[in-house]
């Protein structure tokens, strides 16, 4: 079950929780990343709004969302609040939560091959990747992304960076988006055809060298379609700004004219 560094959570932290007992004052939980240690929802805590059953909102056996608004570690007393949570909240913590089962999985799949155990995996892979990207899962899709590299800029040693890296590789699919703008290239020379023909070129030749997905196409002379798939926005819209520069940097040079509209 995916787990935290630190013993006991912080006040305001959102936790995953587990409904273990149900009282009419209140209801106990155990804190799943957190080793099962105990935590206790107040009756006050439960909803903004008059109820007339705590169990319409807590029942024994369900996974939940909680905020911490009490610690104790002496007397290892976690007080916790649903009233607090928002949908928003809910559904990012949930999101988190899902990711960090997914890494936990893929890193005792690594322990495995390796003859470590999953303590090892989080001690000597995990803990490194959170701290340089975050969350562990989301330095597992940075190395699909970029390879073995990105395990050794977070001090993962070579063994367990190789071992992560294949099966990352075998696992994780990055979710590719995809956004397009419109390029117009205008010529009045007379090989004005020939000249746009070439900043079309160009601007393609210059992705293919970088790596990058493109394509262009006619959307009716003197308009063409530009399209870009990358692993996320910004990056996209980056690749899209290059490509349609390097285009209309030919053009001009030309003598012609260009400009280009970002589709939304």
Do not use: C
């Not at 587990?18 to 439960?46: I, M, N, Q, R, S």
């Not at 294949?166 to 979710?175: C, D, G, M, Q, S």
């Not at 007379?190 to 293919?208: M, N």
Request: aromatic share 10%; proline share 3%.
């Amino acid at each position: 079950m995916p787990r935290k560094r630190n013993p006991y959570p912080e006040v305001g932290e959102l936790v995953i929780a587990t409904v273990a007992e149900v009282f009419d004052k209140g209801a106990y939980v155990t804190l799943d990343e957190y080793g099962g240690k105990k935590g206790y929802v107040p009756l006050g805590e439960v909803s903004s709004s008059w109820f007339h059953n705590i169990r319409d909102f807590l029942r024994e056996g369900q996974k939940t969302v909680l905020k911490v608004i009490k610690v104790d570690q002496v007397k290892g007393h976690v007080d916790l609040s649903l009233r607090r949570v928002s949908s928003v909240e809910r559904e990012r913590k949930m999101y988190e939560w899902k990711r960090a089962q997914r890494a936990e999985t893929l890193l005792s799949f690594a322990a495995k091959k390796l003859g470590k155990t999953l303590d090892e995996a989080y001690a000597e892979a995990g803990w490194k990747l959170e701290d340089k990207y975050g969350e562990i899962y989301a330095g597992l899709e940075e190395a699909v992304r970029r390879g073995v590299e990105a395990l050794l800029e977070a001090e993962v040693p070579e063994t367990w960076a190789h071992a992560l890296l294949e099966i990352a590789r075998e696992h994780i699919e990055i979710p590719m988006v995809k956004v397009s703008g419109i390029l117009e290239l205008r010529s009045f020379h007379p090989k004005g055809v020939l000249h746009i023909k070439e900043s079309l070129i160009k601007s393609l030749e210059l992705a293919k060298s970088k790596g990058y997905n493109v394509r262009i196409y006619s959307a009716g002379a003197p308009r063409y379609g530009v399209e870009v798939i990358a692993e996320d926005y910004k990056k996209a819209e980056s690749i899209l700004k290059e490509v349609a520069e390097a285009a209309l940097d030919v053009i001009r040079k030309f003598g012609g004219q260009g400009s280009f509209i970002y589709k939304r």
